[in-house]
Nanobody
């Protein structure tokens, strides 16, 4: 089974940066797209970013585009989310999740499961808290 563990959250000042990590325990990560989600108090969970190794596709929500960068280290079975220019609006619990690609492209899967949120994910991590405050 594929297990995901997030790390790297914490308290950061406005304008600062954090890098979140999502470590997968298995070796089937190549067949999955990995998405980052976040949920702030009294708000719905939103899709933040997504990456697929199969075609190199990356997705970013408009709210984080230009500030966040998603990347993958295949040797470590880890996906990262580099977050720059953080503001209080970025405060949330951040989750990573995996969804099986099947025969679909990374673009389609990331769009359906992370962008549109019309379909669910297969595996979820426990989350890591990011707090942006002075």
């Amino acid at each position: 089974q594929l297990q995901l563990v997030e790390s790297g959250g914490g308290l950061v000042q406005p304008g600062g940066s954090l890098r979140l990590s999502c470590a997968a325990s298995g070796f089937v990560l190549d067949y999955y797209a990995i998405g980052w989600f976040r949920q702030a108090p009294e708000k719905e969970r939103e899709g933040v970013s997504c990456i697929s190794k199969s075609d190199g596709y990356t997705y970013y929500a408009d709210s984080v585009k230009g500030r966040f960068t998603i990347s993958r280290d295949n040797a470590k079975n880890t996906v990262y989310l580099q977050m720059n220019s953080l503001g209080p609006e970025d405060t949330a619990v951040y989750y990573c999740a995996a969804v099986y690609l099947g025969t679909y492209t990374g673009k389609d899967v990331c769009t359906w499961h992370v962008g549109e949120r019309s379909l669910g994910m297969d595996f979820w991590g426990k989350g890591t808290l990011v707090a942006v405050s002075s």
